[in-house]
């Protein structure tokens, strides 16, 4: 334990967010634990036996976030990198890779990502001859905003012997399938790792800045590599930081398997896990053909293969997890998940806290199973933000009847389903108060839940996630992770309209949050605390 960590502190003259005392003012942190929750009177009797006494000047202290699906080197390459999302047109995302090759003459490989031909007025992605142009002849590996395809140059494609022959490759479209993952692949390995160490850091800067405390990094072989994935535990190990949680999304068969995956750091064979694919690459797996398309979308693994990596897992004491987003691949996790049920047992099952990534095309039937298998939904709300609607690409792809099912959070909250929120990011951005947001105000008014409800999956529900019931929440004996925001009045803000849709009357025993209505400004992280220990300030604060 470090000496910040051994530092007694007092936080007094706020609001702090805690089931313990609604109108809690003040906090004590001993050790990297919470000591003491309660009002300012009471804090003077602890004032001269600290170390040191934060003035909250009316700060609202709560629990740091946890994002429960992170892909922490791609994230950074991003911020380091090449971001198309803001670009309006072909045009101009084509004008953003001339400017960023100039601008890197030393990458061996340029990386870039966020690109949406759905949202350009030309409506079609860059041809690789234009990615030649653009890049005066050079290497460019640029995903997809779903990350599930890529458009690379003639450059890239050398580098990888054979790739015209794999499934996937199409030359004047997106690369998919094994194909892509080829040109992923080489695109990485060039990257040095004095590259990844810095994109790491740059990541796990972003989300301490932002308040998050944990990110559940999620890797694997079609993802990363091990070396990418051990070096990212052992810099997070080393450095003050968000703590990273790793999962490693490889099926397991036996011991031999999951003695490897507890090798390489990771609490489970979890994350992208891929049963299908994604909407917009029109590689999810449906029960009925897409509306733009003449399939189903692709079909990674079988009901058998899910239950036997979950009997696997069960037995190993590991989490099992998987990527599932089409409602046919959602299916075949859970008719996987109860055979394996049938033959350890139900709340050996339940116990083991299993998980499905993404889990975005559920019915009544699928819902109800996953609350019956304990299975815990690590959803993503900034995706309905982005891709729901009347008019987004969920309703291209599904039509309108079809999209409005997507996402249903209140539905699986009723039902008794865990849920853990996360970004997916680079797929979307960190950014914890706009996915609580995005769950409180969805696109499709019945699947609405409160920001109370969300501001819980993004905290505890990562925590309980992995197992742990004690933590993501500011009580005493509970990890010291929290973060400081300014923010303006707080509510109890329902998403109801039958019932007033907020509340700013303490009597309501409630501890309140800030006001997350659309056009409201979110609030502004001033510090982040791991353990008892300083992550980040906000400069000039």
């Not at 501890?511 to 008892?532: A, F």
Request: proline share 6%; net charge negative.
């Amino acid at each position: 334990m470090t000496e910040s960590e051994h530092r007694t502190v007092l936080l007094r003259g706020g609001d702090v967010h805690s089931p313990a005392d609604p109108f809690a003012t003040a906090m004590v942190v001993e050790r990297g634990h919470v000591a003491w929750v309660g009002s300012e009177g009471a804090a003077d009797a602890f004032a001269s036996g600290v170390d040191e006494v934060i003035d909250l000047e009316g700060a609202l202290v709560t629990p740091a976030f946890t994002d429960a699906h992170v892909h922490t080197t791609a994230t950074g390459l991003a911020l380091t990198g090449l971001d198309l999302s803001g670009a309006r047109t072909l045009a101009e995302a084509l004008e953003r890779v001339r400017a960023h090759s100039a601008a890197r003459p030393a990458d061996r490989v340029l990386l870039g990502h966020g690109w949406d031909a759905a949202r350009w007025p030309e409506q079609r992605p860059p041809s690789r001859t234009e990615l030649d142009e653009a890049t005066g002849g050079r290497p460019l590996y640029l995903p997809r905003v779903d990350v599930h395809s890529a458009v690379v140059t003639t450059a890239l494609l050398d580098l990888v012997p054979g790739v015209t022959e794999l499934p996937g490759y199409r030359p004047d479209q997106p690369l998919t399938a094994a194909a892509h993952h080829a040109v992923r692949a080489a695109a990485h390995a060039a990257v040095t790792p004095r590259q990844r160490a810095e994109a790491q850091r740059a990541a796990l800067h972003r989300a301490a800045s932002l308040g998050i405390g944990t990110v559940h990094e999620c890797a694997g072989p079609e993802i990363s590599d091990e070396d990418d994935f051990t070096a990212l535990l052992a810099l997070a190990a080393e450095e003050p930081g968000p703590r990273v949680v790793g999962y490693w999304a490889e099926a397991v068969t036996g011991e031999k398997d999951a003695r490897r995956i507890r090798e390489l750091g990771a609490i489970g064979a979890a994350g992208d896990l891929f049963v299908d694919g994604s909407l917009g690459s029109h590689t999810a797996c449906l029960h009925e053909p897409y509306a733009d398309a003449g399939h189903t979308g692709t079909a990674h693994l079988d009901a058998a293969a899910v239950a036997a990596h979950v009997t696997a897992c069960t037995e190993a004491g590991l989490h099992a997890g998987f990527h599932a987003i089409g409602d046919a691949a959602v299916s075949t996790v859970v008719e996987g998940v109860r055979a394996a049920a049938e033959t350890l047992g139900l709340a050996r099952v339940r116990a083991a806290r299993h998980r499905v990534e993404h889990a975005e095309m559920l019915t009544p039937e699928t819902i109800a199973a996953f609350a019956e298998l304990g299975l815990t939904a690590s959803v993503q709300p900034a995706f309905d933000a982005a891709w729901g609607g009347e008019d987004g690409m969920y309703a291209q792809r599904l039509g309108a009847g079809r999209a409005r099912t997507l996402n249903p959070y209140a539905a699986m909250l009723r039902a008794g389903v865990p849920l853990a929120f996360g970004s997916d990011s680079p797929v979307t951005p960190l950014d914890p108060w706009g996915t609580v947001r995005a769950a409180a105000f969805h696109r499709t008014p019945e699947h609405r839940i409160s920001v109370r409800a969300g501001f819980t999956a993004h905290t505890r529900g990562g925590w309980r996630a992995t197992g742990r019931d004690d933590a993501g929440t500011l009580v005493p004996g509970a990890p010291a992770d929290y973060a400081v925001w300014r923010a303006d009045d707080l509510v109890v803000q329902a998403p109801d309209d039958r019932v007033a849709r907020w509340s700013t009357d303490p009597r309501s025993g409630t501890p309140g949050l800030p006001d997350l209505t659309p056009g409201v400004d979110l609030p502004v992280c001033l510090r982040t605390v791991v353990s008892g220990r300083t992550v980040f300030v906000r400069p000039n604060e």
